[in-house]
């Protein structure tokens, strides 16, 4: 079993900067991918970026060049460094982890961005 924990969120005012952590624990697992996805509000959980076990990232159209996705393997660890925010980047934030043949999410965490 796995589990996730997510922190950083918050409310932060547009054109600001957030950083999110995602901590892997439990016992004996391999991480094959990492990343992160948000759900606003009425709308479907999206992927925002995510990063494979070989250092491959991708991104959302919506948060290249503003959004960065690194990860300490020593820790287990994945970020998510958030600037240039907008109002539309306001969502829940959930963290997703992917091992051989099993899936699991965090708790979510919320990002709001307005003034």
């Known amino acids: 079993q796995v589990q996730l924990v997510e922190s950083g969120g918050g409310l932060v005012q547009p054109g600001g900067s957030l950083r999110l952590s995602c901590a892997a624990s439990?016992?004996?697992?391999?991480?094959?991918?990492m990343g992160w996805y948000r759900q606003a509000p009425g709308k479907q959980r999206d992927l925002v970026a995510g990063i494979s076990s070989g250092g491959i990232t991708n991104y959302a159209d919506s948060v290249k060049g503003r959004f960065t996705i690194s990860r300490d393997s020593a820790k287990n660890t994945v970020y998510l460094q958030m600037s240039s925010l907008k109002p539309e980047d306001t969502a829940v934030y959930y963290c997703k982890l992917l091992t051989i043949g099993k899936a699991y999410w965090g708790q979510g965490t919320q990002v709001t961005v307005s003034s």
């Open positions: 439990g016992s004996a697992f391999s991480i094959n991918w």
